[in-house]
Each structure stands twice: as C-alpha cells, then as structure tokens.
C-alpha cells in the first residue's frame, strides 16, 4: 500500500495531509494533521510519495471550507482504528456544521453507554481527521472547550469559524 501526502497552508498553520491508494479506486484520505497536535506526525514518513494531485481533492475541499464556501466533506477516507474508534468517529460526520454537542451525545449517537465518556473522549482526541471529521465540534459536559489534539485555541477558532462569529 502506498501513502500519499502533501501539505495545505491553513489558518491553523501548515497542514500534512496523507492517504491511501486501496486497490484501482482513487486515493482515500487517512490523515490530516495539524502542527504540534499530539501522538500525529508532523512531517511525512519515509517512504511517503509527495503527490499534491491525488490529494487535490481533498485540498480543494479543506481550502473551501476555510474560505466558508464549505460545510461538508465529500472524500473518500480511510482511517486506520479499531472498530470503537470507527463507530465513533463515523458519529462525528453526523454533527452539523455550525453545531456543538457533547461527549456523552456523541457516546449515545455511536451506540455507547453513557457511562463510556472517556472511551468516547480517547476516541475523539485519536481522530486521525482533523476538520474533515469535526472533533473539534465536541465538548465537555457543560459546554467547555475540553482538549483538542491541535490545541484548544485551534478549535476556539474552528467553532468560531463555524459560527461565523468575529475571530479575535
């Protein structure tokens, strides 16, 4: 299996995208990072084949959304994770743009206990999407802005991005 990447200069700084090429179909998107995030690379590993046109897609896309052209996001995609993890990050692509709900809503729309937040929470922190599956639209209990793997301003600015709300 080969890994493609390339990188997008957001608003949130320089962004490593990566994705896979499964079989003849069109490259999947398996990863998009952002700088300092946690447990994510912040470069390409060896091996990695740079190939902006077959994540063209995917930065046009990303590219729209900064600009508020886009809401939602149609790629391919292919995250490595258990199948927890799947479940719940499927459950982010159910959150409305603009929107916001908490970890124990995410937890009850992926099928989970309500007693499981923090498997929830370990899942959400370990999206390997950023942006494309919204993490950064959960939050805590009582409306805090509870972690994120980029850093909890970069989600301040996503969720006011989203809100269309004046960007300090």
Known sequence: MTTAFTHLDSPLGRLLLSGVYEGDGPLALSAVTAPGQKGALAEPADGWVHDPEALAPAVEQLTAYFAGDLKS??????????EFRQRI??????????ATVTYG???????????????????????????????????????ALTGFAAGVDAKRWLLAHESGAALF
């Open 73 to 82: 996001f149609d790629l391919p995609l292919a995250p490595v994770g258990t």
């Open 89 to 98: 990050w499927s459950a982010l692509d159910d959150i409305p743009y603009g």
């Open 105 to 143: 809503e995410l937890g009850e729309a992926a099928g989970q206990s309500p007693r499981a937040v923090r498997a929830v929470g370990g899942a959400v922190g370990a999206n390997p999407l950023l942006i494309v599956r919204p993490c950064h639209r959960v939050l805590g209990a009582n409306g």
